[in-house]
């Protein structure tokens, strides 16, 4: 157990819907990252926050967005969603510091029909 | 940009031999991570070993070490002993000043009896 926490853990919903997912670091860190896995794109980085601000952008879609709380845990918001948004989404939590090692939370698989 | 090139999109090995897994990376930054993650089929990123840029030996973590050769820029994980249970996706991942994390593709691993 990694310490990290994301809900829920399995999502089927429509085409054009709108979805959010959460995530809770471990305790003591700052720094939050959320990522995509899927089998053609692999795991790509969306966006990292950290202590409540956005740090660094990735591939994240327009219609994606997301959000760090005051008690640090973060949302990942997922509208007009399409096929193709079918993925296992994970949230990564770290201290903060660069280089530092990521803990992965255990996934959201969404399925998007 | 920074990018992760793993080659061997799959691996077999005998339980108890060692196995090498290349990973190799490209990046500007002077200063950087590297980082070995496993993914079994429950689907869950569980990190394994980390190495910076500047650390000038190998790091090891029981079973896991990686050979870490600078000019090269190749970060292997070589797994001794292989157990049954190593049997995984295995990515290699690095972080530089941008605080974008770069995963490769990975490398499944198959451990035969």
């Known amino acids: 157990d990694s310490g990290v926490t994301q809900t829920p853990k399995h999502l089927i919903t429509a085409t054009g819907q709108r979805v959010t997912l959460r995530c809770s670091p471990r305790?003591?860190?700052?720094?939050v990252y959320w990522y995509q896995q899927s089998l053609d794109q692999g795991l790509q980085f969306l966006i990292q926050?950290?202590?409540?601000?956005?740090?660094a952008k990735g591939n994240i879609l327009e219609r994606f967005s997301a959000q760090q709380f005051p008690d640090l845990h973060s949302e990942l918001n997922l509208s007009s969603l399409e096929l193709g948004d079918s993925a296992l989404y994970f949230c990564?939590?770290?201290?903060?510091?660069?280089?530092?090692?990521?803990?992965f939370g255990p996934g959201t698989r969404l399925l998007v029909l | 940009a920074q990018k992760i090139t793993q080659t061997q999109p799959g691996m077999f090995v005998q339980e108890k031999e060692a196995v090498t897994l290349d990973c190799t990376y490209d990046?500007?930054?002077?200063?950087?991570?590297l980082f070995w993650y496993k993914q079994p089929s429950s689907g869950e990123m569980i990190f394994l070993i980390y190495?910076?840029?500047?650390?000038?030996q190998n790091a090891t973590e029981g079973r896991y070490s990686l050979n870490f050769q600078k000019a090269r820029k190749s970060a292997n994980l070589v797994i001794s002993a292989s157990q049954l249970g190593d049997s995984a996706m295995y990515f290699c991942?690095?972080?530089?000043?941008?605080?974008?994390?770069?995963f490769g593709r990975g490398t499944s691993l198959i451990v035969h009896p």
């Open positions: 990564a939590s770290s201290v903060g510091r660069i280089q530092e090692t990521q803990y």
């Open positions: 305790s003591g860190d700052l720094s």
């Open positions: 926050y950290y202590n409540g601000e956005e740090r």
């Open positions: 990046t500007s930054d002077q200063s950087y991570g």
């Open positions: 190495q910076g840029s500047y650390d000038e």
């Open positions: 991942a690095q972080m530089g000043g941008s605080y974008i994390p770069t």
